[in-house]
């Protein structure tokens, strides 16, 4: 009887090692499924953000000083205006783009391009004869000169060509770039800026 006790027991243990060994099997090897499955993914991301042509970095170079000017513009509120739409929508103005041109210098520091330049000067051909909404110098002079209706008016006026602008080199970032977070970033900035145009086209009346 004794005999036969211990020999259960025995089983009983051996039993528990090999159904502890299957279940260490399974979740290493669960484990290492969903490593490899990340890795895979941090990879894919890796080569998509590597991933650039010419237009995409044309589009950062050119797109970072046009955002900067509309930062610069939208800070030229302070003292001008207590209309609290304007005031709003130059705060909203530079919560999305300052972030914007963070990761444009970003992508260009990570494709080993020449960082954006700091001076709107610096980016030939970029006046406001361009073509794409800049504004020249005498332009914000004359801005920086006005205040309440007529700075309103007036600000509006030109933020509205401003964002035109934005929104054809947005377009073409779309139909010529290769990178999907510019991609995505520039589909962004036609659909962001298109309402804000809306909106002040309606405050204008």
């Not at 009983?12 to 895979?40: I, K, N, P, Q, W």
């Not at 993914?41 to 998509?48: G, L, P, R, Y």
């Not at 130059?90 to 520091?109: F, G, K, N, V």
């Not at 809306?198 to 204008?204: N, S």
């Amino acid at each position: 009887m004794r005999t036969t006790l211990v020999a259960s027991l025995a089983a009983a243990t051996v039993s528990a090692f090999l159904v502890a060994g299957c279940s260490s099997d399974t979740t290493s090897d669960s484990s290492m499924s969903t490593t490899s499955s990340a890795s895979v993914q941090d990879s894919a991301s890796a080569s998509a953000s590597a991933e650039f042509n010419d237009a995409d970095v044309m589009f950062a170079r050119m797109m970072y000083p046009h955002h900067a000017q509309a930062v610069d513009m939208a800070d030229m509120i302070q003292g001008r205006t207590d209309n609290p739409d304007v005031v709003a929508l130059a705060s909203a103005i530079q919560a999305a783009q300052q972030p914007e041109m963070d990761r444009m210098t970003a992508w260009l520091a990570e494709w080993g391009q020449p960082a954006p330049p700091s001076d709107m000067g610096e980016m030939s051909g970029m006046d406001h004869s361009s073509g794409m909404g800049m504004m020249s110098q005498q332009d914000m002079d004359v801005l920086t000169g006005l205040s309440g209706p007529e700075f309103d008016r007036q600000w509006l006026t030109m933020m509205i060509e401003h964002h035109e602008g934005a929104i054809e080199m947005a377009n073409k970032e779309i139909a010529d770039g290769s990178n999907p977070d510019a991609q995505e970033m520039a589909r962004t900035i036609v659909a962001t800026q298109q309402q804000e145009i809306d909106t002040m086209q309606r405050m204008l009346g």
